[in-house]
Structure formats: C-alpha cells, structure tokens
C-alpha cells in the first residue's frame, strides 16, 4: 500500500496561494488517480480535485479556475495549486490514491489517504 505524506499548508492572506505537495512512498503512483480532499472545522470532508493515471483532471466547482492539481511521476509527487484563496478555503487538505488509476471524485474510490496539512485564509 503506497504511503501519502501531504506538505504545504500554511497561514495566508486572502487573495494569496499555496502549493500543497503529496509525496507518495511505497509504490509508484503513476497508474493511480490521485485526488486531494478538504475538510472544514465542523464540515463533512469534501472533494476538491482529482487527476487520472493519463492527466486527466476535474475540479469542485467551488475552485475550477484557481485550483490547479498536477502530478510528477518521476518525483512520485502530486500537486495541488491554489491561487485567489479566500476564508471559505480554510480546511484540512488530505491526499488520496485510486489504485484504479481513473478520474474519481467519490471518497470511497480512494483506498490510500494521507494525514491532512492545514490550510487557513485569513480575511
């Protein structure tokens, strides 16, 4: 079972970004779909991104257009991209692994999960 370790996360002002980093262990992650998730304080974990073994990527509404998720195979490393954060964006990101390799969006798709990395917007 490949390992997920999740880095980036941080305290920005509103209107700022970060790069969230997903370094994958164990295994190579280039057959998986990778997703990134988010929970807010008191919220259901919901679904932000998420990219297929071929690079295929879709979007949460909320973040199409500032979002953006890519992955390095040879780093074993996914990323998420978050540019135009606002408050609503403060969340716990987690990073997951489909070992199907496809665009899933579910929670129950993804059989690999990482400890989560805190990502707040200050207003």
């Known amino acids: 079972q490949v390992q997920l370790v999740e880095s980036g996360g941080g305290l920005v002002q509103a209107g700022g970004s970060l790069r969230l980093s997903c370094a994958a262990s164990?295994?190579?992650?280039?057959?998986?779909?990778m997703g990134w998730f988010r929970q807010a304080l008191g919220k259901e974990r919901e679904f932000v991104a998420a990219?297929?073994?071929?690079?295929?990527?879709t979007y949460y509404t909320a973040v199409k257009g500032r979002f953006t998720i890519s992955r390095d195979n040879a780093k074993n490393t996914v990323y998420l991209q978050m540019n135009s954060l606002n408050p609503g964006d403060t969340a716990v990101y987690y990073c997951?692994?489909?070992?199907?390799?496809?665009?899933?969006?579910?929670?129950?798709?993804?059989?690999?999960w990482g400890q989560g990395t805190q990502v707040t917007v200050s207003s």
């Open positions: 997951a692994a489909d070992y199907r390799g496809i665009l899933a969006v579910r929670e129950a798709d993804f059989a690999s």
């Open positions: 164990g295994r190579s992650i280039s057959s998986y779909g």
């Open positions: 990219v297929s073994w071929s690079g295929d990527s």
